[in-house]
Structure formats: structure tokens, C-alpha cells
């Protein structure tokens, strides 16, 4: 099968979308099919860098998300790559640019398109004009017109599933969680406790990913300053980087943490692995997860995490051995002691591995290739000329995203 994944976010870019993305097209690539990326130009890449299957659009800097690209010309050339290659479906991982770009190609080609919905965008409408310009009820307006004529949506979770159906989305939803590639045991794995000078048997406490400021790190800050009380040399590892980075950094100075709190900044994809494994606890304060990537791997690295509930974590979580849910400082302080004070065992181990087969990068590529395979079983062409072209709701939906995608009506 020829698969076209259309994303507006993918390495070098660092996110959990971008993460998830790689893993979907190695492990579909492992199963003998041909997996094209379509996405962004990318600051970081050269102009005329060969990259195989990978083809990058023009792209500007997204407002209010600087590290993300936005794509502004390149249909032509998409539809004919996608001719080329002959594509047998689209898969769109973005609601904007590339989103609107495979669209179009699925109507050129007369293949099917899905969607994977990654981000509740309910929660970040105030990096746009502070949540003056778009309010939740406009996100769902958005998101009913890009989804409108897909063959399939992919929920990473039954939380983003009840948001979709809110929002009025009437295409078919499936629920797939994200998958994770297990790391290799071959691999020879960097000790970091020794490259930041910590000892063995020093309690770690690693908090990593997107330092924004829905992702609440401002909590586990301030709990880990009450930690201390009872473990003097614990340290906290906070791995990521974004706008509430500062904001962050300010907060430590002000609690003299200096010497117990190190920002590593953005982590190659490739040394994550080698973060969950120097900790004792991952710990996520986070109250706006969906899909919940980072707990994962968490798993995989056969650590144990403590995390804010959520529909999606009370679904994951059904053993102390994966993680602890929270609900407040308090429960959030109990949990990471729980876990400094508790020596991990073969039975935990066996948990987390058990765990791991449901959520691992081939179970995942598996469900979607089921869901690809349903969708093109169920694939009919319409003799009706007028579905190559946009509804009215979707010509609407096209315009407002090229003029501004958080403008109001």
C-alpha cells in the first residue's frame, strides 16, 4: 500500500505529533508498505538536503507557535507527486495547511482521506491574542468543517472521541492510542547520572516534554520544593523547552533551586530513552493530556509515573506498577515518595511489559492498517462531479484558515 501522511510537524521539529508520525511510518514501512511524508520546509534543513520519501512545502513560522511551520504554496506539485507515486490514501495528522493540502489531493486522486485528530485545541487558544480572537465553540466550529467528507477520524483516546462527537463531527471515529517504538536493548545506552554528576542512588525525578504553559510544570516545581524536606539530595530534570520556559526558570531562582533543578532544553528523539532510564519517577502535573505519548515510554523505559487523572490515563493506568493518578499537591507529593521509597521488582517489570504489548509501535500500525484496509473496502467513487469540490462549509472553513485560522466570524 502507498500511504501520503500530511503533516504541518515533523523532525527535526520536537513533538509529541512529530513522535508519533516516525513511529507510524517505521512501523508501517516494517510491515512492507510505502509510506511518503508531506510537510513543511524547515529551518533546520537544507533547501536541497535529499531526504527519501520526504517532500517539504514553503512554509512560514506559525503565529503564536514560532517552532511550528505552516506551509503557503505547493498544491500542484503535492497532487502530482501524489500522482506519481501512485497514493492509495491520505493521512492527514493536521487540521491547517498540509491538513488542506491532502484534502485537495485525496478529491484530485479519488482516494480515500483519514484524519488523526492530535491536539485539543480547546486548550491553547490563548497563545493567540491571549484567547481574545477564539473561544472553545469556535475551536469545535474549525474542526466540524475540516472533517467534513472524511472516510475516517482517528480519536488517540476516548476523551478526544466525546470532544469530536461535541463538536458535531459525522465522520466514522475510531480509537487508536498512539503506539511507541520500544527502544533496542542492543543499543548501548548513555549513563547520564554520571554526565550530570549524580550518583546512583540518587532519587531523580524527571519531568520532560513541551514546557508550555497548559502543561502545568509550575506544580511540579513546587512540589518537588517540599520534597527536599525529606530527600535533601533528590534532584529534578526537567527535559523540554517552550514559551513558559522562562516563566520556569524565574520560579526556580525564586525557591533557590538552582543547584536541584537542571533545564536540559529539547532532547534529541534518540537520547529520550536514556532520560526515563536515569530517573526514578516520570511525573507529568499536566491536567490537558489526550494521548499521553511521554507515559508511555515511560513504560517502556520500565519506569513508573505519576500523573494528573484523565480519561485517558484512568483507561491506561490499572496497576501501581505503571503509575499513580492525582488529583491534587498534595496526592502529587504522595505519589513521587511513594515511588522514591519503593524498590522496583521483577513483578513490576512484567506489569509494565504486559502493558507495553497494547501500546507498542506494532500493535499501533496494525490498528491503523485495519482501519485503512476497512476504509478502502468501503471506498466507492461517485458518479457525482460535484464531489470533487468542496462543500460551502469547507470553502468557508479554507478561507478563514488562509486569512488567519483564529480569526472570528
Given amino acids: ?86 497514493l492509495d490514501i491520505v493521512h492527514t495528522q493536521t487540521e491547517f ?65 466525546e470532544t469530536l462527537l461535541r463538536y458535531g463531527v459525522k465522520a466514522p471515529i475510531r480509537i487508536i492510542p498512539t503506539g511507541v517504538a520500544l527502544p533496542n536493548p542492543s543499543v548501548a545506552r548513555q549513563n547520564l547520572r554520571d554526565q550530570f554528576g549524580f550518583s546512583s542512588r540518587q532519587p531523580v525525578i524527571l519531568s520532560l516534554g513541551r514546557l508550555a504553559f497548559e502543561k502545568n510544570v509550575a506544580l511540579t516545581i513546587s512540589v518537588f520544593s517540599e520534597l527536599l524536606q525529606t530527600w535533601p539530595d533528590a534532584q529534578l530534570v526537567i527535559a523540554g523547552d517552550g514559551p513558559a520556559r522562562k516563566s520556569l526558570e524565574e520560579q526556580v531562582s525564586e525557591l533557590s533551586l538552582e543547584k536541584q533543578v537542571t533545564f536540559v532544553g529539547m532532547v534529541n528523539h534518540d537520547d529520550i530513552m536514556n532520560y526515563y532510564q536515569m530517573s526514578n519517577v516520570f511525573v507529568s502535573s499536566s491536567d490537558t493530556e489526550t494521548q499521553g505519548l511521554t507515559f508511555i515510554e515511560a513504560m517502556a523505559a520500565n519506569r513508573p509515573f505519576v500523573a494528573i487523572h484523565s480519561p485517558y ?85 479554507m478561507k478563514r484558515i488562509l486569512r488567519n485560522p483564529f480569526r472570528r466570524n
Avoid: C
Avoid at 487558544?125 to 475551536?139: D, Q
Fill in 97 to 161: 495547511s498540509l491538513g488542506l493540502l491532502g484534502k485537495i489531493v485525496g478529491r484530485q486522486l479519488k482516494i480515500p482521506v483519514i484524519h488523526t485528530y492530535h491536539t485539543m485545541y480547546e486548550d491553547y487558544t490563548h497563545y493567540v491574542a491571549k484567547g481574545l480572537l477564539i473561544g472553545p465553540k469556535g475551536v469545535g466550529t474549525i474542526m466540524k468543517a475540516y472533517m467534513m467528507g472524511m472516510s475516517a477520524v482517528i480519536a488517540p483516546s476516548q476523551l478526544v472521541q
Fill in 313 to 397: 490515563l484512568d483507561n491506561l493506568v490499572d496497576n501501581d506498577a505503571i503509575g499513580t493518578l492525582v488529583s491534587d499537591y498534595d496526592e502529587l507529593l504522595a505519589g513521587i515518595e511513594k515511588y522514591l521509597t519503593h524498590q522496583a521488582t521483577a513483578k513490576d517489570q512484567a506489569i509494565r511489559a504486559k502493558k507495553m504489548q497494547d501500546v507498542d509501535a506494532n500493535t499501533f500500525a496494525k490498528r491503523v492498517l485495519s482501519l485503512y484496509q476497512d476504509v478502502l473496502s468501503d471506498y466507492h467513487q461517485s458518479d457525482d462531479v460535484d464531489d470533487e469540490y468542496p462543500t460551502d462549509d469547507e470553502v468557508g472553513y
Fill in 1 to 86: 500500500m502507498n500511504i501520503g501522511l500530511f503533516t504541518d510537524t515533523y523532525f527535526p521539529q520536537v513533538s509529541g505529533v512529530a513522535t508519533s508520525i516516525k513511529t507510524l511510518k517505521d512501523a508501517l514501512e516494517a510491515q512492507g508498505h510505502q509510506v511518503y511524508i508531506f510537510t513543511s520546509t524547515d529551518p533546520k534543513v537544507p533547501k536541497n538536503k535529499f531526504e527519501p520519501h520526504i517532500y517539504r512545502f514553503s512554509s512560514v513560522a506559525y503565529v503564536g507557535f514560532k517552532d511550528r511551520r505552516l506551509a503557503f504554496r505547493g498544491l500542484i506539485q503535492a497532487v502530482e507527486i501524489a500522482k506519481s507515486i501512485q
